[in-house]
């Protein structure tokens, strides 16, 4: 079953530090909790037309957070993060 690209990658992420990574043409990628590596980089390579050269996956645990003033702890969810290496040609954010 093919999925759609568009539903493994969620978003780019634009932080500090993915500003450095794009120093050394890496990017930062929110995506889908279930996704492989493999799925990511055929996804990029579709949406962004670049030759993705090697993919690295972390799965972030969500941070525990307060509702007012409940005692009561929630927390955000967890998340996947995917940093792209490219191989070639560099990924446009505008």
Request: net charge positive.
């Amino acid at each position: 079953m093919t999925k759609n690209p568009y539903d493994i990658i969620r978003n780019i992420l634009v932080t500090e530090k993915s500003a450095v990574l794009k120093e050394a043409n890496q990017y930062a990628f929110k995506v889908a909790p279930k996704a492989s590596k493999l799925e990511v980089a055929d996804a990029i390579e579709t949406i962004y037309g670049v030759k993705v050269k090697s993919v690295n996956i972390l799965n972030c645990k969500g941070k525990p957070k307060r509702s007012g003033r409940s005692p009561i702890p929630g927390k955000r969810p967890d998340w996947k993060k995917a940093v792209i290496s490219l191989a070639e040609g560099s990924i446009d954010l505008a």
